[in-house]
């Protein structure tokens, strides 16, 4: 069975950071590219960023471009998403996907987990 759990959310005051993690289970996601989404109260689901399956690429969103670092773990199975210098526009549902595209298209990804709230607090 094909798992992704997000952790990490939280309550945080503005210019505070968070850290969130993905983590995968049931397939080989070393070989996945992932990205994180995220969905604000009454908007539409948003790329935030996208990292492919060797860790070697990246792609931001330009509204958390310089604020936000994605990764992936040793193992290469665990995604994580530092959010440094946290805006209360960044209050959202936050999402982990994973597919077989390096892309900001979240129709283009497989796998979606449950998703994580982050609150920001001005």
């Known amino acids: 069975q094909v798992q992704l759990v997000e952790s990490g959310g939280g309550l945080v005051q503005a210019g505070g950071s968070l850290r969130l993690s993905c983590a995968t289970s049931g397939r080989t996601f070393s070989f996945y590219d992932m990205g994180w989404f995220r969905q604000a109260p009454g908007k539409e689901r948003e790329f935030v960023a996208a990292?492919?399956?060797?860790?070697?690429?990246?792609y931001y969103a330009d509204s958390v471009k310089g604020r936000f670092t994605i990764s992936r773990g040793n193992a290469k199975n665990t995604v994580h998403l530092q959010m440094n210098s946290l805006k209360p526009e960044d209050t959202a549902v936050y999402y982990c996907?994973?597919?077989?595209?390096?892309?900001?298209?979240?129709?283009?990804?497989?796998?979606w987990g449950q998703g994580t709230q982050v609150s920001v607090s001005s």
């Open positions: 996907a994973a597919g077989n595209r390096f892309t900001v298209e979240s129709r283009e990804y497989d796998y």
């Open positions: 990292i492919n399956w060797s860790g070697g690429n990246t």
